[in-house]
């Protein structure tokens, strides 16, 4: 399955299939991104990160893209389980600088 | 681990109250935030601190108001809460210098209810 980022904010996926999960950026200058997840209740955790100088990093079961000649970023998710059901949020940040802007969000449910 | 820890899970403020949000982290970083997470609206950064006495306005400052005097610490204060102000509160901090990972660490956060 794959979302739309900001323009669909929920992705429902079958425990099993692989999750792509989109996500628009707005700054061109942005040298870093990040994603995190948030479960219910609790606050986001860091899931994956990549520099403005790399297009793919890969981590466990997880990958991001960054096209930035569109300014697309994206978080690809392998067999996904139950566990993996969430909020997912995309943030960018400038060079040296700590401060992030996030997204809105996507919330990606996964179906037995 | 990085352990960044919110005073109150849930806390339920009457119109007009003065309320006090904690935030404490336990890894010497130098920059701490202060974020609402309302649905459909994401994380907006309402203040943030790089150091000690330091503070900056975020995207919505606008009837909050913020305190680092120890650099562990970063409170978040609401003057006169207002029912427009129920929402989820996030801290995060982060170490400071560039170079290295802008990982942010948040806390559970708080869910205020202004009534």
């Known amino acids: 399955g794959e979302s739309v980022g900001l323009h669909l904010p929920t992705l429902s996926v079958q425990e099993g299939d692989n999750s792509i999960i989109n996500c628009a950026y707005s700054n061109s200058a942005s040298d870093y991104f990040i994603w995190y997840k948030q479960e219910s209740g609790k606050g986001p955790q860091f899931i994956i990160d990549i520099r403005s100088n790399m297009d793919k990093r890969q981590g466990q079961r997880v990958t991001v893209l960054l096209n930035k000649t569109v300014k697309h970023l994206s978080l690809q998710i392998a067999a996904t389980q139950p566990g993996d059901s969430a909020v997912y949020f995309c943030a960018e940040g400038g060079r040296g600088a700590q401060k992030l802007v996030f997204g809105q969000g996507t919330r990606l449910t996964i179906n037995p | 681990d990085v352990k960044v820890t919110q005073s109150s899970r849930y806390l339920v403020k009457r119109t007009g109250e003065k309320v006090f949000l904690e935030c404490v982290q336990d890894?010497?970083?130098?920059?701490m935030f202060w974020y609402r997470q309302d649905p459909g609206l994401g994380l907006r950064l309402i203040y943030f601190?790089?150091?000690?006495?330091?503070?900056e306005k975020g995207d919505i400052p606008e009837g909050y108001s913020v305190s680092r005097e120890k650099k562990e610490r970063f409170s978040l204060i609401l003057e006169s809460a207002s029912t427009n102000q129920t929402s989820m509160y996030l801290c995060?901090?982060?170490?400071?210098?560039?170079?290295?990972?802008?990982?942010?660490?948040f806390g559970p956060g708080t869910r205020l209810t202004v009534t």
């Open positions: 995060a901090s982060i170490a400071g210098g560039s170079g290295g990972s802008y990982e942010q660490y």
């Open positions: 890894m010497d970083h130098e920059n």
């Open positions: 601190s790089y150091d000690v006495k330091m503070k």
